[in-house]
């Protein structure tokens, strides 16, 4: 009769792939540098990605974003897996030239260069600079089903899925 040892969800959920694992370890290893944040003059977009910046350097690091997104309620595995995937997309067009190996972390100050074509339309096309209230309460008006003031997670998604430019490879 054999023994087999069964991990429970929960430590389940908690171990890392390899690959995400090492490449935390290597991010971890390299010296972090800081980047001056002015919250009085960020721009819209700015402002509203510094919620990750937990420790309100300029910089957002992987860490950051995993706890950001624990923060507002997601659970430990979603938590993760957003972080790597933000910011393997986000670091390398967010770091400046001189930034150290890996471009992982994402800079406040370069977030602009995230924006696409298929975004909502809330922020400006030049950077973020202005909110354009109209914009954000169309996307309730035309995508809140469940409540009028929240959006689910399959709202999100259909969103996205509207506001998708054909012509922009980025957003896809």
């Given at each position: 009769m054999m023994l087999s040892?069964?991990?429970?969800?929960?430590?389940?959920?908690?171990?890392l792939p390899?690959?995400?694992?090492?490449?935390?370890?290597?991010?971890?290893?390299?010296?972090?540098?800081?980047?001056?944040?002015?919250?009085?003059?960020?721009?819209?977009?700015?402002?509203?990605?510094?919620?990750?910046?937990?420790?309100?350097?300029?910089?957002?690091?992987?860490?950051?974003?995993?706890?950001?997104?624990?923060?507002?309620?997601?659970?430990?595995?979603?938590?993760?897996?957003s972080a790597s995937s933000v910011h393997a997309a986000l670091g390398p067009i967010t770091s400046p030239v001189d930034a150290p190996l890996p471009h992982i972390n994402i800079h406040i100050g370069l977030i602009h260069r995230a924006m696409h074509g298929s975004d909502s339309g809330a922020l400006d096309a030049k950077g973020g600079c202005k909110f354009v209230p109209q914009k954000f309460e169309e996307i309730f008006i035309k995508h809140a089903k469940a409540r009028p003031d929240a959006l689910t997670s399959s709202e999100v998604e259909e969103m996205i899925l509207a506001n998708r430019d054909p012509l922009d490879p980025r957003s896809w």
């Open positions: 040892r069964r991990r429970s969800p929960v430590v389940a959920s908690l171990q390899l690959v995400t694992t090492l490449l935390f370890l290597w991010v971890l290893s390299w010296g972090h540098a800081t980047a001056d944040a002015d919250i009085a003059n960020m721009t819209a977009l700015q402002k509203h990605v510094s919620f990750f910046d937990r420790n309100k350097d300029g910089i957002i690091t992987p860490t950051e974003t995993f706890e950001g997104f624990v923060a507002i309620g997601c659970d430990v595995a979603y938590s993760r897996d």
